[in-house]
């Protein structure tokens, strides 16, 4: 199907930090229907202008394609989007991401005591809706691999936010600029998950989460001292050294 239309669109946002030209082409199909393949730069903002109208999204494969009844809608809500992009709603905030795991399977005692399992006298697992999903839900059936383990890291960001009608897209970026948030960034070689947890930052989580870190890396350096040597692991045994609190 030939092209009925072209425009070419050269644009700078300073605001969302955008610099770059779109070409917008449109086609109209065997049923009369006027469509365009969205360029990408357009995908957040064009998302607020066929919310709740008469446009809306197709596919074609990976490409995303906007549909309207008429040409100049069509025209018309390319332009509305693009009015979008180069003036989002841009939000700041400062945030700690964090993730916590615990990869660790015990039984408890009504006091507290900690068991191997619920085979001891008065010893039960922690129930299904409340602790033992925090300690990473670890079964017969869902045994935690390759031993114990819990994973802890953090890191502070400046989060910001643009807002294109009712579709938003967010940006991470490191965030430096007091001792703490430089400290607790300074913990380098890890990631953290898409489900990582959020929470706005302050200098005293910073240092939450950098004591944290410090911990399991003091923990580490105790336990790596024998890890893979057998004769320093006998060594410690004999020593009846405690590696961890008691």
Not at 103 to 112: K, L, N, Q, R
Not at 147 to 163: C, E, N, P, Q
Not at 206 to 215: I, P, S
Request: proline letters at 4%.
């Amino acid at each position: 199907m030939p092209y009925l239309k072209t425009e070419t669109i050269s644009h700078t946002c300073r605001k969302s930090g955008i610099s770059d030209s779109v070409v917008v082409k449109i086609s109209v199909n065997a049923k009369g229907q006027f469509y365009t393949n969205c360029p990408d730069i357009l995908r957040d903002s064009v998302k607020s202008v066929v919310d709740g109208s008469e446009f809306y999204f197709g596919h074609r494969g990976e490409t995303v394609q906007l549909f309207a009844s008429s040409l100049d809608r069509l025209v018309e809500g390319i332009r509305a989007s693009i009015k979008t992009l180069l003036s989002p709603e841009v939000t700041e905030r400062i945030v700690i991401r964090y993730n916590i795991e615990s990869h660790v399977s015990f039984a408890e005692a009504p006091g507290g005591q900690i068991f191997p399992n619920a085979g001891y006298p008065g010893a039960e697992w922690p129930s299904l809706e409340s602790k033992e999903q925090l300690y990473g839900g670890h079964h017969a059936t869902n045994p935690s691999k390759n031993g114990y383990s819990l994973v802890i890291g953090a890191k502070a960001f400046r989060k910001v936010t643009y807002r294109y009608g009712k579709s938003e897209k967010v940006k991470y970026e490191y965030y430096t600029e007091t001792e703490d948030a430089q400290r607790l960034n300074d913990w380098t070689s890890f990631s953290l998950p898409e489900s990582a947890g959020e929470i706005a930052y302050t200098d005293e989580a910073a240092r939450f989460f950098h004591n944290l870190m410090l911990g399991m890396a003091e923990l580490s350096r105790k336990i790596q001292y024998f890890a893979g040597d057998q004769d320093k692991l006998l060594s410690v045994i004999e020593s009846q050294q405690a590696l961890l609190p008691q």
